[in-house]
């Protein structure tokens, strides 16, 4: 069983900063591919970023050159830093986990958190 929780989510103005931060509890967090995903309200799930347990990483179209991924084993925390925000990324961020995984969108992810809110405003 995986436990994942976010934070990091507020208000920013557009071209601000954020970083989000998923803490997970896991024994073996290091073999987890680790993935952001986000939701806006009447839109579907977009995958916005993954890590694999073996450092690969994927990034959605629409966050490349923006956003960037990281993971630390060491305190079971993977990080998605957001850059040059735009009111399009306002949305709820979740943080997902894949045992064995690359990262990538396509993987059925096992464990997800409750989401934290990110708004970009103009």
């Known amino acids: 069983q995986v436990q994942l929780t976010e934070s990091g989510g507020g208000l920013v103005q557009a071209g601000g900063s954020l970083r989000l931060s998923c803490a997970a509890f896991a024994h073996t967090f290091s073999r987890y591919g680790m993935s952001w995903f986000r939701q806006a309200p009447g839109a579907e799930r977009e995958f916005v970023a993954g890590i694999g347990w073996t450092d690969n990483q994927y990034f959605g179209d629409s966050v490349k050159g923006r956003f960037t991924i990281s993971r630390d084993n060491s305190k079971n925390t993977v990080y998605l830093q957001m850059n040059s925000l735009k009111p399009e990324d306002t949305a709820t961020y979740y943080c997902?986990?894949?045992?064995?995984?690359?990262?990538?969108?396509?993987?059925?992810?096992?464990?997800w958190g409750q989401g934290t809110q990110v708004t970009v405003s103009s």
């Open positions: 997902a986990a894949d045992f064995l995984g690359d990262g990538s969108a396509g993987r059925k992810y096992q464990y």
